[in-house]
């Protein structure tokens, strides 16, 4: 199968998320509005969750891209970490309002009866990755506070989560990457409210106020997001 056949496949797809959902999504819908035969599509996605699965990691890949580049740009210039972060976290919410419905198919509710397989893991770590490196970056650089609460116990890390960190920090900064997680959750738990509408009627500036939460949730890994107006 030609990349120009699989491109407009996938293409047509997308159009149909932004009408239909990932749910609605079918194989002879798509052959029928890109042009191809059905027995041409098939060959590209014999089922219809293999063209969900190939339009996931597309999203993953898309996202974290955009996120990558925005890292590159702001540690070129030498920016903080702090900084950094604002510049990744913008550029993720930026693409999130740009592709609301591949937005959607990757942190919005399930499609019923699909099931992500292998293949989506290596492009949905691209997120966490970019988040990491900073996070790293700034332990490195001196630029974290050490927190006021340690995580109680032992370590509430799977070993896999540790080695993509490249291992346990020292104290008093042996629960970064614990507080690493709390931070990508807040992040997409803020994009969900921004992009689904959830905060339109109770925020004056959205933009501004996305700014100031990723502000907040950065303290809890003690680290300084410089905002516009900030005395220092």
């Known amino acids: 199968m030609d990349d120009d056949t699989t491109t407009s496949i996938k293409d047509t797809a997308r159009a149909h998320l932004v009408k239909l959902g990932g749910a609605g999504l079918s194989l002879e819908a798509v052959a029928q509005d890109c042009g191809r035969t059905f027995a041409e599509v ?17 999203a993953y890949d898309a996202s974290g891209a955009a996120m990558e580049r925005a890292d590159e740009s702001a540690a070129g210039a030498h920016a903080s970490a702090g ?3 604002l510049a990744v ?3 993720l919410r930026q693409w999130s309002f740009d592709h609301p419905a591949e937005f959607t198919l990757i942190y919005g ?4 009866g699909y099931h992500a397989p292998q293949d989506t893991v290596l492009p949905a770590s691209r997120t ?3 988040l990491a490196r900073i996070v790293g970056a700034a332990l490195e650089g001196g630029e974290l506070t050490p927190p006021r609460r340690a995580v109680p116990g032992p370590p509430l890390l799977l070993p896999a989560a540790v080695e993509a960190f490249g291992g346990l920090p020292p104290a008093p900064f042996s629960d970064v990457i614990e507080r690493g997680i709390v931070l990508w959750s807040s992040l997409i738990g803020l994009l969900v409210f921004q992009v689904f509408s959830r905060t339109h009627d109770s925020v004056r500036d959205e933009s501004a106020f996305f700014d100031y939460a990723i502000a907040v949730a950065a303290e809890g890994i003690g680290l ?9």
């Open 42 to 58: 098939r060959a590209a996605f014999p089922h219809r969750d293999d063209l969900l699965t190939a339009l996931v990691v597309d």
């Open 83 to 85: 900084a950094r972060l």
């Open 89 to 91: 976290t913008r550029a």
């Open 109 to 112: 509710s399930p499609v019923p």
């Open 128 to 130: 966490p990755g970019v």
């Open 224 to 232: 300084v997001v410089p905002l516009d107006g900030d005395a220092h």
